[in-house]
């Protein structure tokens, strides 16, 4: 079990945590923009504008700037929000409830997902997580003339950070007219892409007919709520289909605030994202010349896994006011079935940040 902390400043690459400045490598904060001074800013002033919430279904300017800057961001007609990532999958699995008949579902796909497909009413038949082979074989095992299919998977899978084969799912699925894709991206967004669009994107996939995502504004993006990019005609059918766009309020003004202000930060400071991608370089190679075996990808979650005692070196490095976690085998719905370190990069860390968490872990071992 990991050991709880107290954090007693805004989230940050170096922050104060239990009474101590410590390197913070957890979380999903990948841009550190929830301690951004701008963003808080921004959600302080939305605050004194708007207040709590709505509490109402009357208009905000506040969430209008909010949708034209993530169209702006997403290259789409429309983007969906609603009161959390974690109902993003769900909004867009309901809106598209017509347009499938049957479900497939990588074993690992996150909870977000396992818990809206059963609103659907829809046979589910999963698949071997990651294997593109597995979704082929349930594919001629169980779709039938005229049926069309959804694959569900993460785009990134949250505890090892695997990044799922989209483009080999998408030529598994060829053979099915009207096969369709619903990604929950919510780490994958903001980070993954030529421009940030997410894991889709990564995979060559933008743009192209039947492949879809929802996300989330509470990692990468610095703020709360969900998102689903969408067609107009995509969005209609989520406002008519998914129940909890009637029921749920938004999120907060504040919330809605700091993600416009945070969405501003990304598309003026290219840096960002560059120092990111250079920190997942440093940190990947870092730690494969330890020995882990660490695969290259551009995913900012790291997990290292291996025969030694992973409690060990996190509490030595605790002791180095270096703030890591390791979480238990199986203990979320990626994990693997052995404990595992798992290593958040942010853009904000220092190349002597991620240096001295790799010496640390080598004289630890």
């Avoid at 779709?143 to 990134?156: E, F, I, L, T």
């Avoid at 703020?223 to 029921?247: H, N, Q, W």
């Avoid at 190349?351 to 630890?364: A, F, K, M």
Wanted: aromatic share 6%.
């Amino acid at each position: 079990m990991a050991t709880p902390v107290t954090m007693e400043a805004p989230l940050g690459a170096r922050m104060r945590i239990d009474g101590r400045e410590v390197d913070y490598f957890c979380g999903t904060s990948y841009f550190c923009l929830h301690g951004h001074p701008a963003v808080i800013e921004a959600a302080c002033a939305a605050t004194k504008a708007f207040g709590l919430g709505p509490g109402t279904l009357a208009f905000m300017q506040v969430y209008d700037d909010l949708q034209d800057s993530l169209r702006r961001w997403f290259g789409t007609e429309d983007v969906v929000l609603t009161i959390s990532g974690y109902t993003g999958p769900m909004v867009l699995l309901q809106g598209m409830q017509d347009d499938f008949d049957l479900i497939f579902i990588d074993a690992a796909t996150h909870y977000s997902s396992r818990d809206a497909i059963p609103t659907l009413g829809k046979p589910v038949h999963p698949f071997r997580h990651l294997d593109a082979n597995s979704l082929a074989d349930e594919l001629a095992r169980h779709v039938k003339a005229g049926q069309r299919p959804v694959v569900v998977s993460d785009g990134v899978f949250p505890s090892t950070g695997a990044l799922a084969p989209l483009a080999e799912y998408r030529k598994a699925m060829a053979p099915y007219e009207g096969a369709l894709l619903a990604v929950d991206d919510s780490h994958g967004v903001g980070v993954l892409g030529a421009s940030g669009r997410g894991s889709i994107q990564e995979a060559g996939l933008d743009g192209t007919d039947g492949n879809h995502f929802a996300g989330t504004l509470s990692k990468a993006f610095g703020a709360l709520g969900g998102i689903v990019p969408a067609s107009a005609a995509l969005a209609a059918k989520i406002e008519d289909k998914a129940m909890i766009m009637r029921g749920a309020s938004p999120p907060p003004p504040a919330a809605a605030g700091a993600a416009v202000a945070s969405l501003r930060l990304l598309e003026t400071t290219p840096a960002m994202r560059a120092n990111l991608k250079r920190n997942v370089k440093h940190m990947r190679a870092g730690l494969r010349d330890l020995g882990f075996a660490i695969p290259e990808t551009p995913v900012p979650i790291v997990s290292v896994q291996g025969d030694v005692d992973l409690e060990r070196i996190r509490a030595g490095l605790n002791e180095r006011d270096i703030v890591v976690r390791v979480a238990g085998a199986s203990s979320y719905s990626d994990a693997p079935d052995v404990p595992a370190m798992r290593l958040a990069v942010f853009s904000e860390h220092t190349p002597e940040q991620i240096d001295r968490l790799l010496s640390s872990i080598r004289e630890l071992l």
